[in-house]
């Protein structure tokens, strides 16, 4: 199984997108600041993840959510979530 998730910075609230097969293990190394992508910007809070049975699928689905259209469904998917935040 592999998984695509996002995360979001709490210290300047964007987004990062990425994906893994041991999810609870990947967002534990972005916490502990030993990704060098996220690491100025722990900590980090897993917002949303789906599951994929196939690598090739993980891909496609991280890099369509890496664009502008891939965004914004983000932000309408969570919506409600992230007013409530503000």
């Given at each position: ?16 997108v990425g994906y893994t097969r041991d999810l609870r ?62």
């Amino acid at each position: 199984m592999y998984y695509v998730y996002v995360l979001q910075s709490e210290v300047d609230g964007r987004f990062y997108v990425g994906y893994t097969r041991d999810l609870r293990e990947r967002v534990r190394l972005h916490n502990a600041g030993r990704v060098a992508s996220t690491r100025e910007r722990c900590p980090l809070e897993l917002l949303y993840y789906e599951a994929c049975l196939v690598r090739g699928d993980a891909l496609r689905r991280e890099r369509y959510l890496k664009t502008t259209y891939g965004k914004r469904y983000l932000r309408n998917r969570l919506r409600e979530y992230l007013n409530g935040k503000c």
